[in-house]
């Protein structure tokens, strides 16, 4: 195996991973994978360049994944602060 398929090789592992993560709600394994990879994709593509056309277009589609279980991740958790505020002020309420 040429440095360069091992390269995509691990570039596309640690994407499934980032997205497996992301699909399973594991926020501290996904930060975890997040640590160093810009770094890695950067120096990847310095050495590389376009050698890593489709290996980025497959990164890229498996970012936009994250991405949207991420903001999915925020909405829930923007509701559920919202019941929560709800819920105490009703406990204050309740109390007063």
Partial sequence: MTALEMT???LLSHSKNMLDAAQKNDWERLSAL???WLRR??????????EL????????????????????????LSKEL???????????????
């Fill in 82 to 96: 919202g019941q929560n505020t709800k819920n105490i002020s009703s406990i204050k309420s309740y109390l007063s």
């Fill in 34 to 36: 997040e640590h160093g």
């Fill in 8 to 10: 995509k090789l691990q």
């Fill in 53 to 76: 056309r489709q290996t980025g277009e497959e990164i890229l589609k498996d970012s936009q994944k994250i991405q949207a279980c991420v903001t999915l991740k925020q909405k829930t």
């Fill in 41 to 50: 994709l950067q120096s990847s593509v310095e050495q590389y360049g376009d």
